[in-house]
């Protein structure tokens, strides 16, 4: 059997002949019966400033008692405001639909390759001017990110030669099979929290890159595939940049562009396809006013278990 080694009470230590303490005079109690007999005296408490004869992680009959399921019918989620967060998802899909749009164009020579180059220059410049007035850079950082494009431009001229001819051996199902499953990770891997940081790419802007040197490669000149592989670094890298800066400061700003450029989008697309558009105008929809829906619907199957291991949620009063 285990006894105490040392007192409870005093600290002596107890020899193997000892029966009891040389100071208190009180038994040498065996190590089970003694645990045994303070807990039966003593209610364990959830105190932290006193000590008390359990373990640490003793769990009482009151634990079960505290757990709390959550009541999901009255705290579902609210309908306007999950309308309002597909604003990012929508403005997504924009920027994918308008550059599969600028391709189209590209592969029928339905525009001029000059045209498009002076377009994406000037969008490049106003995304750029609009981002140091959003952020209220000084003029010298303004040049020094002129300058970094400038140094892009000519290195993104030089490979792209190499771009155009690195895909070739493929069929052309072949490529945009794998267009399509990139697309699909572009949307559904971005980060619309903004949790991130974009001094790293991550998974969704490398699935951009892969989709657009796939597209670039069915193009028929080397300034094709170079205004390509700059679009697709304005849509996918730079713009959520500049997203994520107008919502920051002015939210109704950037839902009143991304209500414009759905419009927009839709009309366009009434010129090639009447299916297209139709098609687009359902997603945005669906996306919209559907899907929030579907949220608060499957919100009420959410087990979601509160305990005391969870923090306090203190009111907080002006």
């Not at 009180?26 to 004869?53: A, F, M, N």
């Not at 490049?124 to 609009?130: D, R, V």
């Not at 952020?135 to 002129?146: A, C, G, Q, V």
């Not at 000149?221 to 400061?249: D, G």
Request: aromatic share 18%; net charge neutral; hydrophobic share 45%.
């Amino acid at each position: 059997m285990d006894y105490f080694k040392y007192c409870p009470w005093d600290g002596y230590r107890f020899s193997e002949n000892d029966v009891q303490c040389f100071i208190c005079r009180r038994p040498k109690y065996q190590l089970t019966s003694y645990i045994q007999e303070e807990q039966e005296q003593k209610k364990w408490e959830k105190i932290l400033y006193e000590k008390q004869p359990y373990d640490d992680n003793y769990i009482d009959e009151t634990f079960l008692q505290s757990v709390q399921k959550q009541d999901n019918t009255n705290n579902g989620p609210d309908y306007k405001q999950l309308i309002s967060k597909t604003s990012d998802l929508i403005f997504a899909v924009n920027c994918v639909v308008f550059y599969l749009l600028s391709y189209f164009l590209m592969l029928h020579d339905m525009v001029n390759d000059q045209l498009q180059l002076y377009f994406w220059l000037v969008a490049a410049i106003t995304c750029l001017i609009m981002f140091s007035v959003v952020k209220k850079m000084k003029t010298l950082e303004i040049l020094s990110n002129f300058k970094s494009i400038g140094i892009y431009i000519s290195i993104l001229l030089l490979f792209a030669p190499v771009m155009q001819t690195v895909n070739q051996t493929y069929a052309d199902n072949t490529i945009y099979v794998l267009t399509s499953v990139a697309i699909l990770i572009y949307i559904f891997l971005k980060d619309y929290d903004y949790e991130k940081d974009f001094t790293e790419l991550d998974v969704s802007q490398w699935a951009s890159l892969v989709f657009s040197s796939l597209l670039a490669s069915r193009l028929h000149n080397e300034l094709q595939v170079f205004l390509m592989i700059f679009a697709s670094n304005l849509l996918f890298i730079f713009v959520p940049i500049l997203q994520r800066s107008i919502k920051q400061k002015y939210n109704s700003v950037f839902r009143v562009i991304n209500l414009i450029s759905t419009i927009g989008l839709g009309l366009s697309l009434l010129f090639f396809s009447y299916f297209l558009a139709l098609l687009f105008f359902g997603c945005v929809f669906f996306i919209t006013f559907v899907s929030p829906l579907q949220i608060i619907w499957l919100y009420q199957y959410k087990n979601t278990i509160r305990g005391p291991w969870d923090l306090p949620n203190v009111k907080q009063y002006d």
